[in-house]
């Protein structure tokens, strides 16, 4: 099940956030009672009329993290969409919450973790990526996605993910040439790219406070273009929707403070989404678009807390 969003012009309904069974999966799993989530509406319209461009837009995939909807990747992609991207985020049936058009709902139903699943399911998301961009990028698209599948720029093609989806983002780049940029957040490296490096410029963005010898071992062996960004204060989901939302839903009413902690650590929620925007756009104008970035090879003023920690030493 995907989503897409693009540049588009006029007015049409405010898309919804979450199907109403999806919301209550992931209301249950976050301990918030039934309905929090029925406010939230996106700033994307619900089929608009896309804007075309002559030569297609670039192509972003998403993959979100373990048990996490694509909805939770909705900020970012309206704002890589709003500068010119066409992004498709992705529900991995069986590891997120999917509700698929009819209304049928399959629930997450993954595993205990270890690290034979995490790498098995790292090539069936790779798998399910790999499909978005196979029919996308078709010299002959099926008629039912034609009209889309006109909008992509088919030279320019970037993927990222969230936590296990940025695991995920790897390994697509690692067995699909197609990919020209890569982009993880947050999460463990399930992949043998961490042992390979990868042919396409690699950039991480993560918490501080956390080092993953999957990051180290990429660094490592990574030959091309790569960077490796932390950000200070910042938990594990500051770099997704619940970060902005947890205030206005009211996660502090039913969450002890520790649990707020372990999931955005002290970084305010409004400021961890904008960041997480500027550097991801930062990143693909970089890559995709030939937009060089000093926010890729320095420190900012305007965004004290993120630190460059690492940087490709073919690169300078």
């Known amino acids: ?86 992004v498709v985020t992705v529900d991995h049936t069986h590891n997120s919450p999917t509700e698929f058009p009819g209304g049928r709902f399959v629930p997450d139903s993954r595993p205990a973790a270890n690290p034979a699943v995490l790498t098995e399911e790292t090539q069936v998301r790779a798998a399910d990526l790999r499909f978005v961009l196979d029919v996308l990028t078709a010299a002959r698209p099926d008629a039912a996605v034609a009209e889309l599948a006109g909008l992509v720029d088919r030279g320019r093609v970037g993927v990222y993910g969230h936590s296990m989806g940025g695991s995920a983002a790897v390994e697509t780049a690692r067995t699909d040439p197609r990919v020209g940029a890569v982009l993880a957040v947050d999460g463990a490296l399930w992949t043998p790219a961490v042992d390979t490096g990868l042919r396409q410029p690699t950039l991480l963005l993560t918490e501080a406070a956390v080092h993953h010898d999957t990051w180290r071992r990429l660094k490592a062996n990574h030959r091309v273009w790569g960077r490796h960004l932390t950000y200070a204060g910042s938990g594990h989901y500051s770099f997704a929707d619940w970060a902005t939302l947890a205030d206005d839903l009211g996660f502090a009413r039913v969450w002890p403070p520790e649990k707020l902690r372990a999931y955005f650590g002290e970084a305010d929620g409004n400021r961890s989404v904008d960041v997480t925007r500027t550097y991801l756009l930062a990143f693909f104008d970089q890559h995709l678009r030939g937009r060089p970035s000093a926010l890729l090879d320095r420190p900012s003023p305007a965004h004290p807390e993120i630190d460059l920690v690492w940087r490709s030493p073919t690169t300078g």
Not at 65 to 77: E, K, L, M, P, Y
């Open 1 to 86: 099940m995907t989503q897409v969003f693009y540049p588009a012009v006029g007015w049409a309904p405010r898309a919804r956030y979450l199907p109403a069974s999806v919301a209550e999966s992931v209301e249950k799993r976050l301990g918030v009672p039934v309905g929090t989530f029925r406010p939230v509406r996106p700033n994307a319209r619900e089929g608009v009329v896309a804007v075309p461009r002559k030569g297609g837009w670039p192509l972003l995939v998403f993959s979100p993290g373990r048990s996490d909807s694509r909805a939770n990747g909705t900020a970012v992609a309206e704002n890589l969409a709003s500068h010119g991207y066409v």
